[in-house]
Nanobody
Framework: QVQLVESGGGLVQAGGSLRLSCAFSGRTVRAYGIGWFRQAPGKEREFVAAISWSGGSTNYDYSVKGRFTISRDNIKNTVYLQMNSLKPEDTAVYYC?????????????????WGQGTQVTVSS
């Protein structure tokens, strides 16, 4: 059974930073690719960033490239999303997800397991 638990969300002013964590558990999850997605009220869930199972490959949506950094620690079974220079349009519930293929896919349909999400609110 694969489980993903997000943490680190909160309220921050525009220009500020937050670091989200995704703790994963399960027998083979270290071999999974992990992605971050977000969903704002009234909008579809969208891709933010992803990292391959080894951490050797990363993928970012253009809207966050240069501001967000994804990383993983397979000893601690945790993936991080460092978010800098936050904007009000980054406000959303952020979800992490696991892809058994181990890649850094940007496609929501490639992901097999999802966490419950953590709220990020950026005030102007």
């Amino acid at each position: 059974q694969v489980q993903l638990v997000e943490s680190g969300g909160g309220l921050v002013q525009a220009g500020g930073s937050l670091r989200l964590s995704c703790a994963f558990s399960g027998r083979t999850v270290r071999a999974y690719g992990i992605g971050w997605f977000r969903q704002a009220p009234g909008k579809e869930r969208e891709f933010v960033a992803a990292i391959s199972w080894s951490g050797g490959s990363t993928n970012y949506d253009y809207s966050v490239k240069g501001r967000f950094t994804i990383s993983r620690d397979n000893i601690k079974n945790t993936v991080y999303l460092q978010m800098n220079s936050l904007k009000p349009e980054d406000t959303a519930v952020y979800y992490c997800a696991a892809d058994h293929r181990g890649a850094d896919s940007g496609l929501r349909s490639d992901y097999d397991y999802w966490g419950q999400g953590t709220q990020v609110t950026v005030s102007s």
